[in-house]
């Protein structure tokens, strides 16, 4: 049974941090690429990040470039998104993705998704 599990959203002040976790259980972790994806209040949902297999190519929304850093933890079978200097604009439940081999920005290519955890910048 494959399960990604996202944990470390919460409540923080403009300009803060936070890191999301994204546990990943039944799926061979080294064969997916891994992406964060977040959908705000009234929007759609976006992505915000990717990683690679290997973690050797990342990419990122360019609103959060220069804030965000994904990385990834094969052994522990965990993608990590790093957020720094977070806006009132970063409000959301983000949510990661797996799909197989590649990474990919769009929702309809990913073929595990978690539940997502809700992050709340405030003013």
């Known amino acids: 049974q494959w399960q990604l599990v996202e944990s470390g959203g919460g409540l923080v002040q403009r300009g803060g941090s936070l890191r999301l976790s994204c546990s990943v259980s039944?799926?061979?972790?080294?064969?997916?690429?891994i992406a964060w994806f977040r959908r705000a209040p009234g929007k759609e949902r976006e992505a915000v990040s990717c990683?690679?297999?290997?973690?050797?190519?990342?990419v990122y929304l360019d609103s959060v470039k220069g804030r965000f850093s994904i990385s990834r933890d094969n052994a522990k079978s965990t993608v990590y998104l790093e957020m720094n200097s977070l806006k009132p604009g970063d409000t959301a439940v983000y949510y990661c993705?797996?799909?197989?081999?590649?990474?990919?920005?769009?929702?309809?290519?990913?073929?595990?998704w978690g539940e997502g955890t809700l992050v709340t910048v405030s003013s």
């Open positions: 993705a797996a799909k197989p081999y590649a990474c990919s920005a769009y929702d309809n290519d990913m073929g595990y």
């Open positions: 039944g799926i061979p972790l080294n064969y997916y690429g």
């Open positions: 990683i690679s297999r290997t973690g050797g190519s990342t």
